[in-house]
């Protein structure tokens, strides 16, 4: 059996992942390995050498990466050199592989060209929602009755973590070099609040469809390396 170790357990892939991969070591937050921490080779040394290691960790809130972009590079680009000194291969998550001028994104940009130097690793491109974060929020919002906006011109193809911890156990293991995980739909954010509203059976016309300043394409692009999963399969197997 494989040793696997997975970081940042308790987020939303993290979690997903538990499901899924019950017999892998998870590390469970910054209260056990803070890579942002000049400790974080030392501990990670005591937890010995790994098959696989699948680094989930990241620091998602666009606006905490801009306001502090030393820990956003050392979380998700300088321990990438650190997981692979301690594993026969890496399994990195990534944005959906445009180049925003964010930090966010340029960082996981940064990530992504370490891990592609070490040729056996994997880069794995998605967009995710799950039962927390924004889908979470949106739902906890319409049951009490309070009206939200959804961006009608933010485009994504979103993927749940479901789908993707589904991947990462089944059909990655032989795989290297950089995929893409897609929904089969570009739908926008107001598109699927709606979605998401519907299967809960609340009331979209809490929904106020509005526009950002200047439209945003977070897709992650299709091509010939992708994976296409169905957007309402996902949204159906949402547990809110």
């Not at 399994?91 to 966010?104: D, F, L, P, R, W």
């Amino acid at each position: 059996m494989l040793k696997i170790l997975v970081t940042g357990g308790t987020g939303m892939l993290g979690t997903a992942i538990k499901k899924v991969l019950p017999d892998a070591t998870y590390l469970d937050g910054r209260s056990e390995l803070d890579f942002t921490l000049d400790n974080a080779k030392s501990k990670l040394e005591e937890l010995g050498r790994w098959d696989t290691i699948i680094h989930t960790a990241a620091f998602t809130d666009l606006n905490y990466n801009e306001d502090n972009p030393e820990k956003a590079y050392k979380l998700h680009s300088d321990t990438v050199k650190l997981l692979q000194s301690k594993c026969d291969k890496l399994v990195y998550i990534s944005a959906q592989g445009n180049h925003h001028n964010k930090v966010y994104f340029e960082s996981k940009a940064l990530g992504e060209k370490y891990t592609a130097e070490r040729k056996k690793d994997l880069i794995i491109r998605a967009n995710i929602y799950g039962d927390g974060g924004f889908t979470k929020w949106a739902v906890e919002s319409l049951k009490a009755g309070i009206e939200i906006r959804g961006y009608s011109n933010v485009m994504f193809n979103p993927l749940s973590v479901g789908q993707l911890a589904n991947f990462l156990v089944n059909d990655s293991k032989e795989l290297t070099g950089a995929v893409n995980l897609v929904a089969n739909e570009v739908i926008s954010k107001y598109v699927f609040l709606v979605r998401i509203a519907i299967k809960n059976n609340l009331k979209v016309g809490n929904i106020v469809p509005y526009q950002v300043e200047e439209p945003l394409n977070v897709l992650v692009e299709k091509n010939n390396t992708s994976y296409i999963f169905n957007l309402d399969e996902g949204i159906e197997n949402l547990k809110l």
